[in-house]
């Protein structure tokens, strides 16, 4: 059923990458509960969302198969997703991958390196170019002069090393870079980027490690001792593009239960 809140949004459009993964799928559902219509990418055919299915059959969603780190794919996304409305007004980079094998900082090899840059930082450089080229042609918003927000999915990895997957910590430093220069790039035409840097999450990427992972949080790694879910990390990012916040650009908003609370 409709309500005022869904009226406010009910004629804008979200790009989401990572579907139908944990995050993605997460974000992409947080869209569409406030009415947005949401363009959702991910490299699985349908008939592989397996639990994440539901989301395929919800109304205002509409899904591109597709390769993220691929330049042809990226820009068929993007128009794939014009056709909804004629105008972006929501960009949220989530998708990512971890190393096939995390390896020690002195064994990495390049091709896992260029494997995990090419989709985590090269993928959400020039997506967010794309995408940006779009946003600033859209009417700014009466009073805020927004035209679009940005977001960029990051990690802890950004700044706390993991020696035996030094590629992905290099990649998501990136990622934070890359919202830095985005936000100072795009501020004179109203389009705040920010990005979240999520915690110690539940999904595939850490499921291979959720022995470990439990026990640490177990023993204090984690300020409010749990493990972070999607939808902590959707609602982070939908709080950064919704509109509650459009003086805000460049910032990273730590989605990880305290894990960034420095303590002696």
Same mark, same amino acid.
């Given at each position: 059923?409709?309500?005022?809140?869904?009226n406010?949004f009910?004629k804008?459009t979200?790009?989401?990458?990572?579907?139908?993964?944990?995050?993605?799928?997460?974000?992409a559902?947080r869209?569409?509960?406030a009415g947005?219509?949401?363009? *959702?990418?991910?490299?699985?055919?349908?008939?592989?969302?397996?639990? =994440?299915?539901?989301?395929?059959s919800?109304p *205002?969603f509409?899904y591109?198969r597709g390769d993220?780190a691929s330049?042809?794919?990226?820009?068929?996304?993007l128009?794939?997703a014009?056709? &909804?409305?004629?105008?972006i007004?929501v960009?949220?980079?989530?998708a +990512?991958v971890?190393?096939?094998v995390?390896a020690?900082?002195l064994?990495m090899?390049?091709?896992?390196?260029?494997?995990?840059?090419?989709?985590?930082?090269?993928a959400t450089?020039?997506?967010?170019?794309?995408?940006?080229n779009?946003?600033?042609?859209?009417?700014?918003? =009466?009073?805020? *002069?927004?035209r679009g927000y940005i977001?960029?999915?990051?990690?802890?990895s950004?700044y706390?090393?993991?020696?035996?997957?030094?590629?992905?910590?290099v990649?998501?430093? +990136?990622?934070?870079?890359?919202?830095? #220069?985005?936000?100072e790039?795009?501020?004179?035409?109203?389009?705040?980027?920010?990005e979240?840097?999520p +915690? &110690?999450?539940?999904?595939?990427m850490?499921a291979g490690?959720?022995?470990k992972?439990d026990?640490?949080?177990g023993? *204090?790694?984690?300020?409010?001792g749990r493990?972070g879910?999607?939808e902590?990390? =959707?609602a982070?990012?939908?709080?950064?593009?919704s509109g509650?916040l459009p003086y805000?650009?460049?910032?990273?908003?730590?989605?990880?239960g305290?894990?960034?609370?420095?303590? #002696?």
């Amino acid at each position: 059923m409709e309500n005022e809140n869904n009226n406010k949004f009910m004629k804008k459009t979200a790009m989401v990458t990572g579907i139908p993964g944990g995050i993605g799928k997460a974000t992409a559902e947080r869209f569409l509960d406030a009415g947005y219509a949401v363009c *959702g990418m991910g490299r699985r055919a349908e008939e592989d969302f397996g639990d =994440a299915s539901p989301l395929l059959s919800r109304p *205002g969603f509409v899904y591109f198969r597709g390769d993220v780190a691929s330049t042809e794919d990226r820009k068929a996304f993007l128009a794939e997703a014009l056709k &909804i409305s004629g105008r972006i007004d929501v960009l949220v980079n989530v998708a +990512g991958v971890a190393p096939n094998v995390r390896a020690d900082l002195l064994e990495m090899t390049e091709e896992s390196y260029d494997r995990v840059t090419d989709i985590n930082t090269k993928a959400t450089l020039f997506l967010t170019q794309a995408v940006a080229n779009s946003m600033k042609e859209n009417e700014p918003e =009466a009073g805020t *002069g927004i035209r679009g927000y940005i977001c960029n999915t990051s990690s802890l990895s950004a700044y706390a090393v993991s020696v035996n997957r030094g590629e992905y910590c290099v990649s998501k430093a +990136g990622v934070s870079m890359i919202t830095a #220069l985005f936000a100072e790039r795009l501020a004179e035409y109203g389009i705040p980027v920010n990005e979240v840097r999520p +915690g &110690i999450v539940a999904t595939p990427m850490t499921a291979g490690v959720k022995e470990k992972y439990d026990r640490l949080i177990g023993g *204090g790694l984690i300020p409010m001792g749990r493990w972070g879910q999607p939808e902590d990390i =959707a609602a982070g990012i939908f709080a950064l593009c919704s509109g509650a916040l459009p003086y805000v650009t460049g910032q990273s908003l730590d989605v990880d239960g305290g894990f960034h609370i420095q303590k #002696l």
